[in-house]
């Protein structure tokens, strides 16, 4: 049986996109365990679908070109480094198909780990979060992949995608104000929405510089709290 999904995990779904798991929760009605995860693309939608689904293999009837593929698959920190996903290689040239949709029969959950809270998740919603693409490249599922030519602003985007998302895989406290202080021109505004909802934080300040000091005296804070506990 594979591993439980952990919240700020990123996974592939067997499509090409990627979401980021937000919290486990169970259902209020029969207490199963459901998984609550965040497109990193388009709207950044959030949907939740049962623990055994997402973690299933793929409907073999349903796309035979991806028989015995898991449904979602975690992504290494390697992975998330690159910035193209690779084209997974089928047995045979898989039909066009549409992008992750909303599950239908969606039912109420109530979260577990500790998260922010997710209104109405019966309903797909806008996140707080505005997380990046992590990709600057046009896909096709299969052998082909065509490149869109990137422009100067686009290559600084991608090296912005890559602090972000070291910032978030980063394990503990000390490593996350090492990458913020050494690299703290990298991030932009919308970054910063996205690292307040990892650490649970609301922001007093509007602007990049402030929020980025906020962030820092939090990290400053932990730390010293954590070095002195210890001892």
């Excluded at 499509?15 to 693309?41: F, H, P, T």
């Excluded at 959030?46 to 793929?58: G, K, N, Q, T």
């Excluded at 910035?83 to 039912?107: H, Y």
């Excluded at 600084?156 to 050494?182: M, P, W, Y």
């Amino acid at each position: 049986m594979r591993e439980k999904p952990k919240p700020f995990e990123v996974y592939e779904h067997f499509k090409g996109k990627r979401y980021q798991i937000l919290c486990l929760a169970k259902s209020a009605d029969d207490l199963s365990e459901q998984v609550v995860y965040q497109a990193v693309y388009g709207d950044y939608t959030i949907y939740v679908r049962s623990l055994a689904e997402f973690i299933s293999d793929v409907d073999a009837e349903k796309y035979p070109a991806f028989a015995g593929q898991p449904r979602f698959r975690k992504l290494s920190a390697a992975d998330l480094e690159t910035n193209l996903t690779a084209a997974r290689p089928v047995t045979e040239s898989p039909k066009p198909v549409a992008a992750e949709e909303p599950v239908a029969d969606a039912k109420p959950v109530t979260a577990v780990h500790p998260a922010k809270p997710v209104a109405d998740v019966e309903h797909p919603a806008k996140s707080v979060a505005s997380l990046p693409h992590p990709s600057g490249a046009e896909l096709t599922v299969g052998v082909q992949r065509t490149v869109t030519p990137k422009t100067p602003a686009a290559v600084q985007e991608t090296s912005g995608e890559s602090v972000l998302i070291r910032f978030l895989d980063a394990e503990t406290d000390e490593e996350k104000l090492n990458i913020l202080t050494r690299e703290r021109r990298a991030f932009t505004l919308d970054m910063t929405e996205a690292m307040g909802v990892t650490m649970d934080m609301e922001f007093r300040a509007e602007d990049l510089d402030g929020r980025l000091d906020e962030i820092r005296d939090y990290l400053l804070l932990k730390t010293k709290y954590e070095t002195s506990r210890l001892h």
